[in-house]
């Protein structure tokens, strides 16, 4: 193997949703910071072939890349951190290297030879790694789940025999262990950790360093135990308790004795420029002057992580707007116009399936006949187009995703009928519009020609726009060849404007995205 980029394992123990993400993310920032040219991937174990059909209330939001790849949010963790547009070849789930390797041996490829984990999948997994960090100083591979799990000994496996054909000095181990305080004893508990540790031993992989995760500050003693008998240096063990952001953790490396380390693997010396992290930080933990509240109309209310690009996108604005943010949680289901008339704006995001649909409706009508800031996002397009023409006088007007009604103002995209409760069916990924002059959308945007990320199957029907209009909304935004609908607005609301994109995927915590950054502003003047 023609060896030039170094590489980073993350791992994790104990349990799943430890950090390992934004622990991956924030030594790629330290890195970045430095000078160095970063790249990273997040490898599942799961059997899926994407994350298009996992259950956001289990798993969280699906992230889209700009070339459709239907992903887990981590990696909306690392576009965030390290301002960098990622692809397909950033995510790799098991389901999708076993299909690939099951097509071959279907097609002869393997020339009989019997096919295994180890060495084809694990291989397939290597040249997945090799692939993706192609070009980079240093590749970050976050390896899903938690080491022990069946389903993850083919990637464990995989990147111990990596070190091995890249030299182990050019790979370095990161272990993200969990560590408990019991309120009964008040006690901080290492035992699980050292398990953990013991556990990756078993696997022939010693760590570099041990990132620990606590929910508060643990003293030192606990750093001592962990190396005592996790094998690894004192100085290389990381005590990183609950921050009050996750943009303090780049900070929190950098000054930890983890960043010697990585100074010392990467070859850079040059001192990480952190200022812009220190100004996030500080505009996030300061004490604004005014807080804006904003409705976001949802259904998935059991995980916050479900709609984490949209808070993290409304962040980003209020920090860039110098005003305080208070996300209220407005239960689809059960939303009422006194929910409504209880914030300064409303967001209806992106979603499938008729649940809480009627509340998602209502919560656009509302905005319309109150002049109360709007943004919807996918879904909240389309409810938005349905409140226009049930007020335009189409008492029935509706979606053929939620019912068969004849006035079906949104419809199902040409070719896709029949396919709509299967996966890889939908318009995915970067797609370009052209926004009409003198729109409020082409002002937010300082220009008539963009291009958002997406992730839908239905589209509006134009044949109903007359209605649509007599309901308060014009298009301000389609396709290029004007076939598609790609936004809507209302020229006489303040701020009412609606995409059929993901505009949060494109959001950073230094740049705000101009759809979030519109709709703070429009509220914080009203204030």
């Known amino acids: 193997m023609d060896q030039k980029e170094k590489y980073i394992f993350v791992t994790g123990g104990v349990l799943s949703g430890v950090g390992k993400g934004i622990t991956a993310a924030s030594i790629g920032a330290v890195l970045q910071a430095a000078g160095s040219r970063v790249s990273i991937q997040k490898c599942d174990p ?85 692939k993706a960090g192609k070009g980079s100083d240093v590749h970050i591979v976050e390896i899903g789940g938690t080491v022990g799990d069946y389903e993850g000994l083919s990637f464990v496996e995989a990147i111990r025999e990596f070190s091995q054909k890249v030299g182990r000095e050019n790979c370095l181990f990161v272990h993200v262990v969990y560590v408990p305080f019991l309120g009964t004893s008040k006690e901080f508990k290492t035992k699980p950790a050292q398990n953990a540790l013991n556990d990756l031993r078993g696997f ?97 209310m059991d995980n916050e992580d479900t709609y984490i690009s949209i808070v993290e996108a409304l962040k980003s604005a209020a920090w860039e707007a110098k005003v305080g943010l208070k996300v209220k949680w407005i239960n689809a289901e059960e939303a009422t116009n006194d929910d409504f ?53 189409l008492k029935d007007a509706n979606s053929n995703e939620f019912s068969d009604t004849k006035n079906n103002v949104v419809y199902i995209m040409e070719g896709q009928s029949g ?68 936004f809507v607005e209302s020229p006489t609301s303040t701020y009412f404007v609606a995409t059929q994109a993901h505009p949060e995927f494109k959001s950073r915590p230094f740049r705000s995205h101009p759809l979030f950054a519109g709709l703070i502003q429009s509220i914080s003047i009203d204030k």
């Open 419 to 486: 396919k709509e409760s299967t996966g890889g069916t939908l318009r995915l990924g970067d797609y370009p519009a052209t926004l009409l002059r003198n729109s409020k959308a082409a002002s937010i945007y300082g220009s008539t020609q963009v291009v958002e990320r997406h992730r839908h199957r239905y589209e509006v029907n134009q044949k109903f726009m007359q209605q649509i209009e007599k309901g308060g909304l014009i298009v301000s935004g389609t396709s290029p060849d004007g076939k598609l609908v790609e």
């Open 341 to 393: 008339a209880h914030v300064d704006g409303l967001v209806v995001p992106g979603g499938f399936g008729a649940r809480g649909i009627d509340g998602k409706i209502a919560a656009a009508t509302y905005a319309l006949e109150h002049n109360t800031p709007y943004l919807g996002i996918c879904l909240g397009l389309q409810v938005a187009v349905i409140a226009a023409a049930r007020r335009g006088g």
């Open 46 to 130: 799961y059997l899926n072939v994407d994350a298009g059909l996992l259950n956001p209330a289990e798993h969280g939001e699906c992230f889209v890349t700009k070339d459709g790849a239907e992903t887990d949010l981590d990696l909306g963790h690392y576009e965030r951190f390290l301002d960098i547009e990622l692809t397909q070849k950033n995510a790799t789930l098991s389901g999708k290297l076993l299909s690939e390797l099951i097509a071959n041996e279907r097609a002869g490829k393997f020339g009989g030879k019997t096919v295994q984990l180890v060495p084809h999948l694990t291989q397939a997994i290597q040249r997945a790694i090799a």
């Open 204 to 300: 022939g992989i010693v760590p570099d360093c041990v990132v620990v995760r606590t929910d508060e500050v643990a003293p030192m003693s606990v750093a001592k135990k962990i190396s005592l008998f996790g094998g690894v240096s004192e100085e290389s063990v990381l005590l990183l308790p609950n921050a009050d952001t996750v943009y303090r953790v780049p900070l929190t490396i950098a000054e930890s004795g983890l960043k010697p380390l990585l100074t010392k693997f990467s070859g850079v010396t040059k001192e990480p420029d952190l200022s812009a992290w220190k100004t996030i930080v500080k505009a996030q933990t300061s004490k604004p002057k005014k807080t804006v509240t904003v409705g976001l109309v949802a259904k998935y």
